[in-house]
């Protein structure tokens, strides 16, 4: 009636749910022997009544920061613990990797449901969109990216020597650090940046001359030091300070406004974060 028992099985089933919900078949939740060991963490405090929140990516094996900085105080802990495992997979595109999180639910994002919710249209259970959607997108494109990847998760605020254990703390303490920095607009433009060219046609002379500019070693500057600067560049000084950060309107023309001017900057600012599909969706 229920058939031949003694029969083998012809698949099973824990195996098929598990490839059903990996983002790509490799992907495993233990490391790697070899490749980089990097320790991610995202930060999102109250300090002294204002909210800082920030992340971190952290060698664990020199212990050195790959790569940190402050975001948007709006962003709460759940979008700071992604967007920092976004990082860590952009920079080990065509390597090999392992990425520590303490974060389940980044963990889960690449193990468990990311992959139905991608096929589902990045939509939940109440076909409703999901509150991290352009985050996550990116992730599971970027997942895909590296040669050979695994993310592990770790327990959080542990006490000891163990390499996990001492990797996370650095990545933690690196992401609080971070949370209490403010971006320094030359860093992000640096001269090595060919994208922002601050070349002035004659009519932005005229307006430089008006606000009270003088030409100082090839760059107009106020009485004040700070270098004026056209509206090109300025779109491009903005963009380069808004990927780092994601900081809103005001946020951004303020920290602009602390080494340069330009005329219209609060609307320029303004443009850049509602062209910022991420910050769209987060907000």
Known sequence: ???????????????????????????????????????????????????KSSYAVVDGGTGKVVESGPLRPEWLAQACELYTLLRALKRLKGKRGTVFTDSRYAFGVVHTFGKIWEERGLINTKGKSLIHEEIIKQILEAIREPKEITVVHVKGHQAGLQFQTRGNNLADQEAKRAALLTVSVPEVIGEEKPGVQICPSERDIEGFKKMGGVLEIGKWKLPDGRELVPKNAARGILRRLHKQTHWGTRALANQFLRFFECKGIFELAKQEVQGCVICQKMN
């Open 1 to 51: 009636m229920f058939g031949d028992t003694s029969e083998k099985l012809l698949h099973n089933c824990a195996e098929i749910v598990e490839l059903q919900t990996k983002v790509r078949p490799d992907l495993e939740d233990q490391e790697l022997e070899g490749g980089e060991k990097w320790f991610v963490d995202g930060s999102a405090k109250v300090v002294e009544g204002k909210r």
